[in-house]
């Protein structure tokens, strides 16, 4: 079976320090992957998904970035926190040929900028 | 474009009363639907989906929904919700972007004894 894991679970930073989020999934190959923030009551938004290796996605402009070094791998980044990017990341993966795109999300991290 | 509406941000309920959580979507495609459930600080587990044939899909925790083409709807119903049922609830929609899903705002049922 599949699983995904994100790391830290949780995380409090000083603004204009770097960050750097991990996710991995288990037990598929070749995922599509995505990064998502949800804001206090702002719902999900979409920040990054890749296709493939080196193969990255912005949907928003921001100032964080998003690599994927390995098949399975997807970081989230950033150089210099903001106190807006607080928040709840959320890391989710769907299978490559799967016509519905059902995606299936990691347990999150909340990332606190203070 | 794609866009899912939830319309309603909070749906307060008592236990063991019946419940429906509205969904429409906006679409130029044949459109698959979802219902996540989102637990506090937890990610999103998926509660059912529609991908085709039967119009009225059962999914977990006692829940179901309706696909209604002609109103463009996928709501969400259960006869009977436990306190345990309290959690953010959003629909979503896939089709017309290729690998990405469209998400509604959410909706908080919070049920009370």
């Known amino acids: 079976s599949q699983t995904i894991h994100q790391w830290p679970a949780t995380l409090v930073q000083p603004v204009g320090s770097p960050l750097s989020l991990e996710c991995t999934v288990e037990?598929?190959?070749?995922?599509?992957l995505y990064w998502y923030r949800q804001a206090a009551g702002r719902g999900l938004q979409l920040l990054f998904y890749?296709?493939?290796?080196?193969?990255i996605s912005s949907e928003v402009p921001q100032n964080l970035s998003a690599s994927r070094p390995q098949d399975r791998q997807f970081i989230l980044s950033s150089k210099k926190l903001l106190l807006s990017d607080s928040g709840f990341y959320l890391c989710?993966?769907?299978?490559?040929?799967?016509?519905?795109?059902?995606?299936?999300f990691g347990p999150g991290t909340r990332l606190t900028v203070l | 474009a794609q866009s899912v509406t939830q319309l309603d941000s909070q749906v307060p309920v008592f236990e063991e009363a019946p419940v429906e959580l509205r969904c429409n979507y906006s679409s130029s495609v044949s459109v698959y639907l979802f219902w996540y459930v989102q637990y506090p600080n937890q990610g999103l587990q998926l509660l059912l989906k529609?991908?085709?044939?039967?119009?009225l899909v059962k999914g977990i925790n006692g829940f179901e929904a309706e696909f209604n083409k002609s109103q463009t709807s996928f709501h969400l119903r259960k006869p009977s919700v436990h306190i345990s049922d309290t959690a953010e609830y959003f629909c979503a929609v896939s089709g017309e972007y290729g690998n990405k899903l469209v998400f509604g705002a959410g909706t908080i049922l919070r049920v009370k004894s």
């Open positions: 037990g598929t190959s070749n995922p599509n």
């Open positions: 890749s296709v493939g290796i080196g193969q």
């Open positions: 989710a993966w769907s299978r490559r040929l799967a016509a519905d795109n059902e995606q299936f």
């Open positions: 529609y991908l085709s044939g039967s119009t």
